[in-house]
């Protein structure tokens, strides 16, 4: 059993060589192959600063490093999962167009991230989650809800659009009709309806959230991490694929996946066959 977070006292090493740096606005903790990523500025409503971005980062990149993490949790404090980008960081971008244009290519790049990890992602979404928080949920694997929670994209009320990605996923998830009334509407989505939406898998009572998230997490962090990365990987391919082309695609995947030495696939294979637990890398 492996119990380590990072953050507020300073850096943790999580495997030779890999050091994770101070976590100001979150922290980091590792526990039983679950890693967790928690915002911890409640009184900003965990508002997305310079600072947080960065620790965002680096407590991603620590997480995929460690290799006794197999799924990662990302959640929030208070009352918000988090409520986006931070007032300061908004103030510099409407006085600078070129600061607009880094920040976007960051904050897609980082969904791009959490889409793209070899482990599956799962959202705790404890309270309010709009605009840059919307989009990070959107970019992760799973999402559970208390609730009370609600999310939104929110930048219609601004007169503001998405740059982190929400108009490219949303329609995916839920229709283009639907995704067009919440963008343009900017409306707070009930966790029930956000379930009925398909945003969220499910919304559990707020003193269940913890519960249920771990639940999920221990069911995962007992699969191989090669095996879930792989599935990721597959379904990232299969999107939008005529069915002819996808079937080819998902041949050539699962061929590359079990052929020796590389895959778990073997591993589970044989322990199945020997009435085992399966002994995962």
Same mark, same amino acid.
């Given at each position: ?56 980062? &680096? ?9 006794? /993490? *197999?799924?990662?949790? $990302?959640? @929030?404090?208070? =009352? %918000? ?75 219609? &009320? ?9 108009? /490219? *996923?949303?329609?995916? $998830?839920? @229709?283009?009709? =639907? %995704? ?102």
């Amino acid at each position: 059993m492996k119990h380590q977070i990072y953050g507020g006292d300073g850096a943790g090493t999580v495997r030779e060589g890999t050091t994770v740096p101070t976590l100001e606005t979150m922290t980091l903790e590792v526990t039983d192959r679950v890693a967790r990523i928690t915002f911890t500025r409640p009184d900003s409503m965990n508002s997305l600063t310079a600072q947080a971005l960065d620790d965002l980062e &680096a407590a991603i990149d620590a997480a995929e490093a460690d290799r006794d /993490a *197999r799924v990662l949790v $990302i959640g @929030g404090t208070g =009352r %918000a999962f988090t409520a986006g980008l931070d007032l300061a960081v908004l103030d510099r971008a409407f006085a600078d167009p070129a600061v607009w244009e880094r920040l976007g290519k960051r904050i897609a790049a980082l969904t791009l991230r959490l889409e793209r990890l070899p482990m599956p992602v799962i959202a705790a979404v404890n309270g309010l989650a709009r605009a840059g928080g919307f989009e990070i949920l959107l970019a992760c694997d799973l999402v559970v809800m208390a609730e009370s929670a609600r999310v939104a994209d929110a930048h219609a &009320a601004f007169g503001l659009v998405p740059v982190g990605g929400s108009t /490219a *996923r949303l329609p995916r $998830i839920i @229709g283009r009709q =639907r %995704a067009k009334e919440i963008f343009l509407t900017g409306r707070w989505i009930p966790a029930a309806e956000a379930v009925d939406l398909g945003i969220a898998l499910k919304a559990v009572p707020d003193d269940r959230l913890a519960a249920a998230v771990d639940e999920l997490a221990k069911d995962l962090s007992g699969k191989s991490r090669a095996g879930m990365a792989a599935m990721k990987r597959q379904l990232a391919a299969m999107e939008g694929l005529p069915m002819a082309e996808a079937l080819d695609r998902e041949l050539e995947g699962f061929v590359s996946y079990v052929t020796p030495p590389d895959s778990e696939a073997q591993e589970g294979f044989r322990a199945h066959r020997e009435n085992r637990p399966p002994s995962w890398a």
